[in-house]
């Protein structure tokens, strides 16, 4: 009885492990989609930048001077929504270290049983750096629906500007 009692006790860590493990898989895709975005609009930003000195037409050239700004003031948004998902990231890992402690301490407690409170602490500080690992996520997809809805918004100030090859077919 007592082998299937410290199994299903070392058990629950296990489960919040794997449960971490892949909140932290789906935030990673979600930091490497944001920096990959943040990228674009930097790149965008310099392109614009460009085709600012190049242009000789001060009515376009105030379109392309609004969108870069635009994409400016997007990018630093973005940097934002960096900073919830790595701290949230930061909550899930730390969860996982304190679900590791708390199954070694589970183990230890076998032979000394003092090592029982160490665990169900850990256990219950992981717990709550999950709460506050989705917390930050919740707090992140509300800021991104918000960025959404500015881009929405704007686009119609945006749409005087033309693409490149629009422009050259224009000359």
Wanted: one cysteine or more; glycine letters at 4%.
């Amino acid at each position: 009885m007592f082998e299937r009692e410290l199994v299903e006790t070392l058990l629950a860590p296990v489960v919040m492990i794997s449960a971490c493990g892949l909140l932290c898989l789906a935030q990673f895709a979600r930091l490497t989609a944001i920096t990959g975005r943040i990228r674009t609009f930097n790149h965008e930003r310099l392109v614009i930048r460009s085709r600012i000195n190049e242009c000789s037409d001060s009515a376009h050239e105030k379109v392309l001077r609004e969108r870069a700004s635009g994409l400016q003031l997007q990018a630093e948004r973005m940097l934002i929504h960096v900073s919830y998902v790595q701290r949230a990231l930061f909550c899930l890992i730390f969860c996982i270290v304190c679900m590791v402690l708390s199954s070694l301490s589970f183990g230890a407690a076998t032979a000394w049983r003092p090592a029982s409170y160490a665990a169900v602490g850990l256990f219950v500080v992981g717990l709550l750096c999950v709460l506050a690992g989705m917390v930050l996520v919740l707090l992140e997809l509300r800021l991104a629906c918000r960025l959404v809805a500015f881009e929405t918004e704007n686009i119609g100030r945006f749409a005087a500007l033309q693409t490149p090859e629009a422009m050259d077919s224009q000359a």
